[in-house]
């Protein structure tokens, strides 16, 4: 993956952006960037490794952009009145979006995954990176997530991963449809839900998705993925899920509090399977982990021995710690069907539920809010509570006409107790108020790092409270 371009990443500390450049990085390529984060003095630690890898960093105000020979890689969203990208249109220089440069990697790849569906991507992503690291195959590894197996001192937010194997295993995004631009050997879908686009748009584009695949591994126990898939007459598929119509397929399920453990179905064989993270929603990830593992080749043995060892993604059902009996959890969720993965994962065990969430901005609340309303109110107890602060905003211009009131006030409308905080430090006053043993905090939301360090914060503010 010899790569001797020169790479100006505008908003380089993005989950996207970040692995990406690291990808490129490792190939051989100058990278310089900028981000917003950087400018507002949040999220040094990510920024110092940066630097440490020799990138260099700028104010995003066009400064580090010198030559016509850079290639400004910035989302579409991105405006020509942003400085980086006004003074690039000086220089003349080539502007890609992060998932054109992305495609272009991966479609020369000899050996490729694709990971998509609206739900799941990053973990099974992760499985399946960590699955062909363990059986010696050398993958490079693109996600949105840190990968726990791969973080050490030197690789901290470990999201991506430069191997010298055939195999490239990348997540691939439908919200801005630039899954169109990817040509995958295997294309895993997870699910099709309601998340940034309608369902109509959705199933156009994982349609498509699975149709450009020469082998596609798809979720039996999806309605809507069923329906996709039937009638494409795909001549090279596999299916996973609890159903006995799946060829990867998950029995005698036993939940636990961290992990889980099933029998595995497949080939007319069986095989027990133990895994380190928790949840039904992570047996259907492992499924689709290890079909997708066994269509490149992998035995199912090998590949169950790789997936037993996964030990998760930050920020997904990540135990920050416990402090007098009270258990703070950091996740991911943000749409619904990540948002009720986690809820019912909580409440196959007992103990009452503070949930705090912070949605991704004002434009999903018009989007999905109902649904998310819905969730909340089907999935959390009388005596559960619900905090919604403000939507997660840095900036530009948006339409704030439907903010995080009208989700708690349709979660009380269902008689849940749901409460709007504006400010997420008073929200988590209300939470250290709230708390006492037996309780899981689970703090949700995305697109903001800082999310990690409120929820250390509460921690460390249950420990100071357990000790006085």
């Known amino acids: 993956m010899a790569n001797t371009k020169s790479y100006y990443f505008c908003g380089i500390g993005g989950s996207g952006m970040l692995p990406l450049a690291n990808i490129v990085r490792d190939g051989g390529a100058d990278v310089a960037g900028s981000d917003r984060a950087l400018d507002q003095g949040r999220l040094a630690p990510k920024f110092e490794w940066l630097k440490s890898l020799g990138i260099s960093l700028f104010p995003q105000d066009g400064s580090g952009l010198t030559h016509a020979d850079q290639v400004l890689v910035a989302s579409a969203a991105v405006e020509d009145s942003v400085p980086d990208v006004a003074r690039a249109n000086e220089l003349g220089c080539k502007r890609m979006t992060r998932a054109e440069l992305l495609a272009q990697l ?25 699955i062909l690291t363990d059986a010696g195959l050398d993958p490079t590894i693109m996600n949105g997530g840190v990968m726990k197996n791969f973080v050490s001192s030197d690789t901290p937010f470990a999201s991506a991963r430069v191997g010298r194997g055939d195999v490239f295993v990348s997540e691939v995004d439908e919200s801005d449809g630039s899954i169109a631009l990817f040509r995958p050997e295997i294309a895993v879908l997870n699910n099709v839900s309601l998340d940034h686009k309608s369902l109509a748009e959705l199933r156009q584009l994982f349609g498509d998705f699975a149709r450009r695949a020469k082998h596609t591994v798809w979720n039996a126990d999806d309605i809507e993925t069923v329906a996709l898939i039937a009638p494409l007459g795909l001549a090279q598929a596999t299916s996973f899920g609890f159903t006995d119509r799946a060829d990867f397929r998950a029995t005698d399920v036993v939940e636990m509090p961290l992990g889980s453990h099933f029998n595995l179905i497949a080939n007319g064989e069986s095989w027990p399977v133990t895994l380190q993270v928790p949840g039904r929603h992570n047996i259907a990830n492992a499924l689709a982990a290890l079909a997708a593992a066994h269509a490149l080749g992998v035995p199912v043995a090998q590949a169950i021995h790789g997936v037993e060892r996964f030990a ?31 809820l019912a994962t909580l409440k196959a065990f007992p103990g009452r539920i503070i949930a705090f969430f912070q949605p991704h901005g004002y434009g999903p609340i018009r989007v999905m809010g109902n649904e998310l309303a819905a969730v909340f109110a089907r999935h959390l107890n009388r005596d559960d509570h619900l905090i919604l602060c403000d939507p997660v905003y840095f900036g530009g211009t948006v339409d704030k006409s439907l903010g995080s009131q009208s989700i708690t006030d349709a979660v009380s409308a269902a008689g849940r107790q749901a409460e709007h905080i504006p400010a997420r430090e008073d929200c988590a006053n209300r939470i250290v108020e709230l708390a006492r043993p037996g309780d899981r905090i689970v703090i949700m939301g995305a697109r903001d790092d800082t999310l990690s360090a409120f929820a250390a914060d509460i921690l460390s503010r249950l420990v100071k409270a357990s000790v006085s």
Not at 106 to 130: C, D, E, H, L, Q
Not at 313 to 322: K, M
């Open 106 to 130: 991966f479609n020369t790849a000899k050996r490729s995954v694709a990971v998509g569906g609206t739900s799941g991507k990053s973990t099974v992503t992760g499985m399946i990176g960590w």
């Open 312 to 342: 998760g993604l930050a920020r997904r059902f990540d135990i920050v710690g416990i402090a007098g009996g009270i258990t703070v959890i950091d996740d991911f969720g943000h749409n619904p069907d990540k948002t009720a993965a986690t």
